[in-house]
């Protein structure tokens, strides 16, 4: 078992960066895949980007692609979602999540969650 916490959201103005980190508070990530996903108010929650247990194989969505970046430090237990470039149709809620080894674009194939941290684009 994993238990991720994130950090790193706050307020920037369109055209900005942030850097979301992942922590593991409890166990470690090195067995395991980790997942960025964002949720907007009335919204679906939505895949962001993916990296797998070594970091060897990765995935981005098509709205995030060129943007965003997802990297992970297993000797420092962490994982990071660098966000440049950041418009205000990126405003939401980013969960990080853990899932056994592998990549994964569906919230249903992960088995464990942050609580989320709060990523606000202004115009």
């Known amino acids: 078992q994993v238990q991720p916490v994130e950090s790193g959201g706050g307020l920037v103005q369109a055209g900005g960066s942030l850097r979301l980190s992942c922590t593991a508070s409890?166990?470690?990530?090195?067995?395991?895949?980790m997942g960025w996903f964002r949720q907007a108010p009335g919204k679906e929650r939505e895949f962001v980007a993916t990296?797998?247990?070594?970091?060897?194989?990765?995935d981005y969505a098509d709205s995030v692609k060129g943007r965003f970046t997802i990297g992970r430090d297993n000797a420092k237990n962490s994982g990071y979602l660098q966000m440049n470039s950041l418009k205000p149709e990126d405003t939401a809620v980013y969960y990080c999540?853990?899932?056994?080894?592998?990549?994964?674009?569906?919230?249903?194939?992960?088995?464990?969650w942050g609580q989320g941290t709060q990523v606000t684009v202004s115009s």
């Open positions: 999540a853990a899932k056994l080894w592998t990549i994964g674009t569906s919230p249903n194939e992960y088995s464990y």
């Open positions: 409890a166990g470690t990530f090195s067995r395991y895949g």
């Open positions: 990296i797998a247990w070594n970091g060897g194989s990765s």
